[in-house]
């Protein structure tokens, strides 16, 4: 089973969360349909998938989603458009 780090946004440079899940397509659905309207991600639309990155092990998906939090912008923005240079939505190709 694949664990995985993700970064959603609602624009290009725009509000970024970063969460992890054992199942990335059912949790960016829940995102983009603002499943919990109560959540950070729905307050802000957040709903553009910019990057992920996948895991073996739960704990080490886990601790790389802790680190990310911790980073500066500038640090997570460089991380996103190193995989996605024009912050394209990659929920389609999941």
Known sequence: MKWYVYIITNKKQ???YIGFTKDLKRRIYQHKNKVHPTTFSAKYNL?????FESFEDEKEARLKEKQMKKWNRGWKIE?????????????KGI
């Open 14 to 16: 725009g509000v970024l």
């Open 47 to 51: 709903d553009k998938l910019v990057y």
């Open 79 to 91: 991380l996103i458009e190193k995989m996605n240079p024009h912050w394209m939505d990659l929920y």
